[in-house]
T-cell receptor, first 114, second 115 residues
Framework: EPEVTQTPSHQVTQMGQEVILRCVPI?????FYWYRQILGQKVEFLVS????????KSEIFDDQFSVERPDGSNFTLKIRSTKLEDSAMYFC????????????FGSGTQLSVL | SQQGEEDPQALSIQEGENATMNCSYK?????LQWYRQNSGRGLVHLIL?????REKHSGRLRVTLDTSKKSSSLLITASRAADTASYFC???????????????FGRGTQLTVWP
């Protein structure tokens, strides 16, 4: 069964550093998303992306965050200057096909900002 | 807020028993979804129920939706140890004009099924 893959599975970085989280969505999907889950808290929406542009972003997705689809397969989330509170599990998801509302999630990247 | 809230927060049962988890939400929806998350893994879609549906089945899963009470329930029948996971309900943002795929998750129910 096709799946969303994310790399790396764990990322440790120093506060103020830039990180890029990478995702390969399911190949025939057209809608892409990033969500995050801070330990013990709810899964929160960050951003949705369609037709090479952001469809919607949450209040969490400030100027420090950006997304890009640099080629036909990858979808990246960049955090320019990480903060301690950015530590979380970041999930990429995609949707498409006959049931656009159903999201397929990757296994996540655990980001730890020290 | 829009988010679904699951109840109970934790549920512990024996294999073979049924597990029922509830979800309440606050605003109008187009659909409600249930997802499962194994420890340290991504979320896996289980079932989607639309606002004009009252009940839906998928294998051992049964989902109900009561839009008048703004609540949903997920029933897992004849549970197995492999069902141990966190279960989340997620609503769309119909009332807020949210775009496709923006889901509002609850905190989840941690289900433990003992062999």
């Amino acid at each position: 069964e096709p799946e969303v893959t994310q790399t790396p599975s764990h990322q440790v970085t120093q506060m103020g550093q830039e990180v890029i989280l990478r995702c390969v969505p399911i190949s025939n999907h057209l809608y892409f998303y990033w969500y995050r889950q801070i330990l013990g808290q709810k899964v929160e929406f960050l951003v949705s992306f369609y037709n090479n542009e952001i469809s919607e972003k949450s209040e969490i997705f400030d100027d420090q965050f950006s997304v890009e689809r640099p080629d036909g397969s990858n979808f990246t989330l960049k955090i320019r200057s990480t903060k301690l509170e950015d530590s979380a599990m970041y999930f990429c998801a995609s949707s498409g096909g006959s049931t656009n509302e159903k999201l397929f999630f990757g296994s996540g990247t655990q980001l730890s900002v020290l | 807020s829009q988010q679904g809230e699951e109840d109970p927060q934790a549920l512990s049962i024996q294999e073979g028993e049924n597990a029922t988890m509830n979800c309440s939400y606050k605003t109008s929806i187009n659909n409600l979804q249930w997802y499962r998350q194994n420890s340290g893994r991504g979320l896996v879609h289980l079932i989607l129920i639309r606002s004009n549906e009252r009940e839906k089945h998928s294998g051992r899963l049964r989902v109900t939706l009561d839009t008048s009470k703004k609540s949903s329930s997920l029933l897992i029948t004849a549970s197995r140890a492999a069902d141990t996971a966190s279960y989340f309900c997620a609503t769309d943002g119909a009332d807020r004009g949210s775009t496709l795929g923006r889901l509002y998750f609850g905190r989840g129910t941690q289900l433990t099924v003992w062999p």
